[in-house]
């Protein structure tokens, strides 16, 4: 090869190489995902609000990322997180059947989850789970605290009055829809109080769930610098005080 070719061939595999570097340079796109949970996430004239969601704006800032977070029916929420990588999904239940499923973040927040019934139903009776199978039951279509119900109370699929939203599981209650309805204990009140009824309405039949905590969920083919990125920012809010913070402010 004569000297001007292999000059020539030299500079053209360096303008190649340069053409790649922005492909390549370019920063991995975190999505943020999540449902209407209130008073743990939710959107409010379109603006996300919520205890889990400033705990992910913390977590933002302190990994120097500023990702939108984007609102859906838990169903679609959690299938995206599910399959799509870099995408992080909150505020998700972290049990048994999911654990391989995700990277966990967490924990953010504690569960209580119960059967309730309006107090006004004196006709309704439930001291067991066996007792749930005579009444229809509000849930909110594949979350957790819904499947577990259907698993261990043997309630047949019929007997269910499944929702895609917290708030339409409530409405759907409220409109007589169904006899029962499955719901944390913080959120059941904030929705009672947002659709503009008395939490005091409501009576707890039924103790469900006390041990499962919510996390935050990184979908499991994700790139490992982000998940440890997270993961450092994460520590980082905790220990700062911040979280304990909000708890007082939304939870007290």
């Known amino acids: 090869m004569s000297t001007r070719r292999f000059l020539l061939h030299l500079i053209g595999g360096f303008l190649f190489t340069g053409s790649l570097l922005p492909a390549l340079a370019q920063p991995v796109q975190l999505q943020l995902v999540s449902e209407n949970l209130p008073p743990l996430n939710y959107e409010e004239n379109g603006v996300a ?14 990994a120097g990322l500023n990702t939108p977070i984007q609102f859906f029916p838990w169903a679609r929420a959690y299938q995206q997180a599910l399959n799509q990588p870099n995408t992080l999904i909150f ?25 309730y019934k309006l107090k006004s139903r004196s006709d309704i ?11 229809r039951i509000g849930a909110v279509r594949e979350m957790a605290s819904t499947k577990a119900f259907v698993r ?7 007997q269910m009055e499944l929702a895609p939203s917290v708030e339409s599981n409530f409405r759907k209650f409220l409109m007589g829809r169904a006899d029962l309805i499955i719901s944390q ?61 909000l708890r007082n402010k939304y939870m007290r």
């Open 185 to 245: 204990d913080w959120s059941a009140a904030f929705m009672m109080k947002a659709l503009e009824r008395s939490p005091d309405e409501l009576e707890p039949v039924l103790l469900l769930e006390q041990n499962a905590q919510y996390y935050l969920a990184l979908n499991k083919q994700s790139d490992p610098a982000l998940l440890l990125k997270l993961r450092q920012a994460f520590d980082k809010v905790q220990q700062s005080g911040q979280m304990e913070k």
């Open 49 to 62: 609000q919520g205890y889990t969601v400033e705990v992910v704006h913390a977590l933002m800032k302190q």
């Open 91 to 115: 505020s998700i239940v972290r049990n048994p059947e999911r654990e391989d499923l995700f990277e966990w973040i967490g924990p953010v927040s504690p569960r209580l989850i119960y059967v």
């Open 152 to 158: 261990d109370a043997a309630v047949p699929e019929a």
């Open 125 to 135: 009776v439930v001291r067991s789970l066996a007792d749930c199978s005579r009444y």
